[in-house]
């Protein structure tokens, strides 16, 4: 990397714009190849929607607070992977309960393939317990086929060829089942679950995962999740110092290979030469030139808005604008007084108002996260930290136009944020009277500090009707990764995807031999 004087530009190999997970793996990986990595990133903190904050003394996450597969190697997890490729621990501590408060009742349960048909048959008897077994029956292959081809060795050019065919021989006894998991996990699920709690439970998996319900998320990513959550001896894990640690560690990779983050840089066009993407110029007017490529770590909306209309086809963009879109969020982040609280706390709990409603009805769902159980690092002494959301069920059209500052928005704020102090009610019943900190944050929240159009979880694209685009574009030199790309929305999958994107660019030679080194 070098700043040409005269010219007054930077050159790189490779500008990516956005620190999201996926823009961090994708960068970290390519440095560890010997790319010259550039990494944008708009705000003053890098990780995007997983990226953590501080305030009196309180550690918060951002957004993702659920983890699994990141303590041991070699892992299905597509971001243990990335980490192992490029040499960076990640020390958790491992827990496997969480507490649910659904219509039925509370209870606590957790991961490994006995204990919900503990809380099956206290519900809803023998019958749904037999169900329930032969789900997991029914499922074994097709987890067994989700976790036969390694992440780490996709690539979107005629590579593949030689990196995905060392796999071929694993992947050929799963061959007949390949072709189901792309399509919805419901028509798995309906052939063999009839107990309408076990479905309104898949279907809230399901949402957790995809932001759809069990009819639009595929079987492959459910299947993923039997293979990691329902197997024996399985356990959770929460990174040592949050989503902030795991933000860290991508960072420390990518500047170890030389890469190098640059942060209040906000991209506001890509450039483009010769029907090339050749750099980027910034908010500030300063420009990165690429030598090798440009990738976006943007949802597909926003990288829309960067590139100049004539760069790409209309009817591409034309379709592209059209990616139907989840719903955003509320956020509740409260630091509290822990004194004299329960001692019983689960790190995690999910609070479901009206199964009737479905899991994806505005407000019906919500998320609570209390990581100090486990980490203690995470709060003063004596205190907790909380995070309480609704997972991608809050519309955008409920606070577009509003002015920030208006006391009509300070309003709607108090009245949205109610079903989150609800929610924490059903655990911490005197919670208001604990707050040292609260901080309630809005699609608008989401909108501004994430850089996400209309404060988006991501597209919503239904498993059976449609895929997600691979990382390659019209654009010669422009590449994609994160949850608007294959394998779409959640940590696995943004890690998979800026994977696939570094390993698209990679020589084939320096791919097999990260892969070798990881042990896939």
């Given at each position: 990397m070098f700043l040409n004087q005269t010219m007054s530009y930077l050159t790189t190999d490779v500008v990516i714009i956005g620190s999201g997970i996926g823009g961090l793996s994708c960068a970290a990986l390519l440095a560890r190849y010997g790319f010259n990595i550039t990494v944008c990133e708009s705000h003053s903190i890098p990780g995007g929607a997983a990226h953590a904050f501080e305030r009196n003394g309180f550690k918060f996450d951002s957004g993702p607070s659920l983890y699994s597969g990141l303590s041991y190697s070699p892992s299905p997890n597509p971001l243990r992977q990335v980490l192992d490729a490029i040499g960076e621990e990640l020390p958790c501590v491992n827990y496997d309960t969480w507490g649910c408060c659904l219509p039925e009742g509370d209870f606590?349960?957790?991961?490994?393939?006995?204990?919900?048909?503990?809380?099956?048959?206290?519900?809803?008897?023998?019958?749904?317990?037999?169900?329930?077994?032969?789900?997991?029956?029914?499922?074994?292959?097709?987890?067994?086929?989700?976790?036969?081809?390694?992440?780490?060795?996709?690539?979107?050019?005629?590579?593949?060829?030689?990196?995905?065919?060392?796999?071929l021989p694993s992947l050929f006894p799963h061959a007949t089942n390949v072709a189901k998991l792309t399509g919805p996990f419901s028509n798995i699920m309906n052939g063999v679950i009839k107990d309408p709690f076990i479905k309104n439970w898949l279907n809230l998996l399901c949402f957790l995962l995809s932001g759809l319900p069990a009819d639009g998320t595929s079987a492959a990513e459910v299947a993923f999740m039997f293979a990691d959550w329902y197997r024996p001896g399985v356990m959770l894990d929460y990174p040592i110092g949050g989503s902030g640690a795991l933000v860290d560690a991508l960072v420390r990779g990518l500047t170890k290979y030389g890469g190098q983050l640059i942060l209040n840089a906000h991209v506001e066009q890509v450039l483009v030469e010769n029907n090339q993407a050749v750099g980027v110029r910034l908010r500030n007017g300063k420009e990165i030139r690429a030598k090798k490529a440009v990738i976006s770590n943007a949802s597909v909306w926003d990288t829309l808005k960067l590139l100049p209309e004539a760069s790409i086809p209309k009817q591409y963009r034309q379709r592209q604008q059209a990616t139907p879109e989840c719903d955003s969020f509320m956020h509740l982040h409260l630091g509290i007084d822990a004194q004299g609280i329960r001692p019983d706390l689960a790190c995690h709990y999910i609070v479901v108002n009206d199964w009737y409603k479905g899991v994806t009805a505005p407000?019906?769902?919500?998320?609570?996260?209390?990581?100090?159980?486990?980490?203690?690092?995470?709060?003063?002494?004596?205190?907790?930290?909380?995070?309480?959301?609704?997972?991608?069920?809050?519309?955008?059209?409920?606070?577009?136009?509003?002015?920030?500052k208006s006391e009509v928005y300070a309003k709607q704020k108090q009245e949205r944020a109610e079903v989150m102090w609800k929610a924490i009610e059903r655990v911490i019943p005197d919670i208001r009277s604990r707050c040292e900190?609260?901080?309630?944050?809005?699609?608008?929240?989401?909108?501004?500090?994430?850089?996400?159009?209309?404060?988006?979880?991501?597209?919503?694209?239904?498993?059976?009707?449609?895929?997600?685009?691979?990382?390659?574009?019209?654009?010669?030199?422009?590449?994609?990764?994160?949850?608007?790309?294959?394998?779409?929305i959640g940590l696995p999958a943004v890690a998979a995807s800026g994977m696939i994107a570094a390993n698209t660019l990679a020589p084939v030679q320096k791919h097999w031999e990260m892969l070798q080194e990881i042990g896939c």
């Open positions: 606590d349960t957790s991961v490994g393939a006995d204990q919900f048909c503990d809380v099956l048959m206290r519900f809803r008897g023998e019958d749904a317990v037999r169900e329930w077994r032969e789900l997991q029956r029914v499922m074994e292959p097709f987890a067994k086929a989700a976790i036969a081809l390694p992440p780490a060795a996709l690539r979107l050019d005629l590579g593949a060829v030689f990196t995905i065919g060392r796999f407000q019906n769902v919500v998320l609570i996260s209390i990581p100090s159980v486990l980490d203690l690092s995470l709060a003063p002494p004596g205190k907790h930290v909380i995070h309480a959301y609704t997972p991608g069920n809050e519309p955008y059209d409920f606070w577009q136009g509003m002015d920030r900190v609260t901080l309630v944050g809005t699609p608008l929240t989401h909108e501004r500090f994430l850089r996400r159009h209309r404060g988006s979880y991501g597209p919503a694209i239904r498993a059976g009707e449609a895929f997600f685009p691979g990382s390659n574009t019209p654009l010669a030199g422009l590449f994609c990764c994160g949850d608007s790309t294959f394998p779409g």
